[in-house]
């Protein structure tokens, strides 16, 4: 069989962080959302997804193809109905479309069709012959906030996953350990001296050949991908993720970080997600609870306007390649686009657009050629290839961002 993980509507509302990755990239818990799956399915997955995209996340066509919404986290009970499937079968939850089976001569009608939802509202909607209802609980992936969210009961839905059946290398004796040790799980490679790790309220991962520094204060539930590394004494509460590649110092709590991004210094991030490819400057902070307790408003770019999270907690999403210097001061319900390059005194703005340059004194264009060449550089840096279809992806993304960079508030 042939899986196929498409991008359905919510892909528009969690923008900035798939202006550069489709759905299935994102990272919740311990793994990608294709990762959930690919471990569910045990085989590979390709992409559905907007065309400046598709050459880097290539679709596999076959025979017989079964696609499924990205931005729904796989359970057991869903999988094994995905997986009994038959040509032109749907599975729905209400009006939202979890997974369908399609020939590969029905692809040629696959632009002309809508995997959004099966609503009468619809004017578009897939070929079937049969849907069916899935009455199960499952977790929906629509906007940015859902990532930290969610993200603590994916780490011990992935922590199980990952670790079921396994050993966990063994504890140095140098660290202290608070709670049972089966809710430590430690991969070959990963070094850890002088820390304190606390996993009565969740499982710690410790992916292979990370680093954990002497003095760091580790509470679960929290996981650390490979390759990256906890800079000495810093602070990390539950529902915490640092993806591959990362460099982390200071404060966190409840975050959420794709991967090869760096905040290796002082300063407090809460309630957050960040991109890759980001850089933090000494001392930056955000402010994720409103002085008045209020419910955080923040910006959309499916509706072009601010609205309501309906969560007392939310700090900062920032997209991928974005940089800002020591000192930067975010508010509460920060939404930062791709590409951009932050500085100066004073809290931020709460939108700053992809590509902008600057900060409380004023925000100018920052020209898509250069931030190219610092991607360039930065890629180089880590031993990886910026190939032209990555170039094209930026040139779309801001091209297609132009209006954000216009708008006054």
Same mark, same amino acid.
């Given at each position: /069989?042939?899986?196929? #993980?498409?991008?359905?509507?919510?892909?528009?509302?969690?923008?900035?962080?798939?202006?550069?990755?489709?759905?299935?990239?994102?990272?919740?818990?311990? @793994?990608?959302?294709?990762?959930?799956?690919?471990?569910?399915?045990?085989?590979?997955?390709?992409?559905?997804?907007? *065309?400046?995209?598709?050459?880097?996340?290539?679709?596999?066509?076959?025979?017989?193809?079964?696609?499924?919404?990205?931005?729904?986290? =796989?359970? =057991?009970? #869903?999988?094994? @109905?995905?997986?009994?499937?038959?040509?032109?079968?749907?599975?729905?939850?209400?009006?939202?479309?979890?997974?369908?089976?399609?020939? %590969?001569?029905?692809?040629?009608?696959?632009?002309?069709?809508?995997?959004?939802?099966?609503?009468?509202?619809?004017?578009?909607? *897939?070929?079937?012959?049969?849907?069916?209802?899935?009455? %199960?609980?499952?977790?929906?992936?629509?906007? *940015?906030?859902?990532?930290?969210?969610?993200?603590?009961?994916?780490?011990?839905?992935?922590?199980?996953?990952?670790?079921?059946?396994? +050993?966990?290398?063994?504890?140095?004796?140098?660290?202290?350990?608070?709670?049972?040790?089966?809710?430590?799980?430690?991969?070959?490679?990963?070094?850890?001296?002088?820390?304190?790790?606390?996993?009565?309220?969740? *499982?710690?991962?410790?992916?292979?050949?990370?680093?954990? @520094?002497? %003095?760091?204060?580790?509470?679960?539930?929290?996981?650390?991908?490979?390759?990256?590394?906890?800079? @000495?004494?810093?602070?990390?509460?539950?529902?915490?993720?640092?993806?591959?590649?990362? +460099?982390?110092?200071?404060?966190?709590?409840?975050?959420?970080?794709?991967?090869?991004?760096?905040?290796?210094?002082?300063?407090?991030?809460?309630?957050?997600?960040?991109?890759?490819?980001?850089?933090?400057?000494?001392?930056?902070?955000?402010?994720?609870?409103?002085?008045?307790?209020?419910?955080?408003?923040?910006?959309?770019?499916?509706?072009?306007?601010?609205?309501?999270?309906?969560?007392?907690?939310?700090?900062?999403? /920032?997209?991928?390649?974005?940089?800002?210097?020591?000192?930067?001061?975010?508010?509460?319900?920060?939404?930062?686009?791709?590409?951009?390059?932050?500085?100066?005194?004073?809290?931020?703005?709460?939108?700053? =657009?992809?590509?902008?340059? %600057?900060?409380?004194?004023?925000?100018?264009?920052? &020209? &898509?050629?250069?931030?190219?060449?610092?991607?360039?550089?930065?890629?180089?840096?880590?031993?990886?290839?910026?190939?032209?279809?990555?170039?094209?992806?930026?040139?779309?993304?801001?091209?297609?961002?132009?209006?954000?960079?216009?708008?006054?508030?």
């Amino acid at each position: /069989m042939n899986y196929i #993980l498409f991008d359905d509507s919510a892909r528009n509302q969690l923008l900035p962080l798939t202006f550069t990755r489709p759905v299935a990239e994102i990272r919740i818990g311990i @793994m990608t959302i294709r990762e959930k799956w690919e471990k569910f399915l045990a085989c590979g997955t390709s992409t559905l997804t907007e *065309p400046y995209l598709a050459n880097k996340y290539p679709i596999e066509k076959g025979e017989i193809n079964t696609l499924i919404n990205a931005s729904i986290i =796989p359970n =057991p009970e #869903l999988v094994k @109905m995905i997986k009994k499937l038959k040509p032109n079968q749907s599975i729905i939850s209400g009006e939202t479309i979890l997974a369908y089976q399609i020939s %590969g001569d029905d692809f040629l009608n696959l632009d002309e069709v809508s995997f959004d939802d099966t609503s009468e509202e619809s004017d578009e909607k *897939p070929i079937e012959e049969e849907l069916i209802e899935f009455s %199960g609980e499952y977790t929906k992936i629509n906007n *940015p906030w859902d990532i930290f969210t969610f993200n603590e009961q994916e780490i011990v839905a992935d922590y199980k996953l990952l670790t079921k059946g396994r +050993k966990s290398q063994k504890l140095s004796s140098t660290n202290l350990l608070i709670g049972d040790e089966k809710n430590l799980f430690i991969e070959e490679g990963a070094v850890i001296e002088g820390a304190t790790i606390n996993v009565n309220d969740g *499982p710690v991962y410790v992916a292979e050949n990370t680093e954990i @520094m002497e %003095g760091c204060l580790i509470r679960g539930a929290f996981a650390l991908c490979s390759h990256a590394q906890l800079k @000495m004494g810093a602070k990390i509460y539950g529902g915490t993720t640092i993806g591959p590649y990362s +460099k982390i110092g200071g404060e966190l709590n409840n975050v959420v970080i794709f991967g090869y991004s760096n905040k290796a210094h002082d300063g407090f991030f809460g309630n957050s997600v960040i991109g890759e490819w980001c850089n933090i400057g000494a001392d930056s902070n955000t402010s994720n609870l409103k002085n008045t307790y209020d419910s955080v408003r923040i910006w959309s770019y499916a509706s072009q306007t601010f609205i309501n999270t309906n969560l007392q907690f939310c700090g900062t999403i /920032m997209g991928d390649h974005v940089k800002c210097g020591i000192n930067t001061m975010f508010n509460t319900g920060t939404m930062i686009g791709v590409c951009a390059n932050i500085f100066g005194s004073g809290y931020q703005r709460n939108f700053i =657009p992809s590509f902008a340059w %600057g900060g409380t004194a004023g925000l100018a264009t920052y &020209s &898509s050629s250069k931030a190219i060449e610092v991607a360039k550089r930065v890629w180089e840096r880590r031993g990886i290839e910026f190939t032209k279809y990555d170039e094209k992806i930026l040139n779309s993304i801001f091209k297609n961002t132009h209006h954000n960079r216009k708008l006054k508030f």
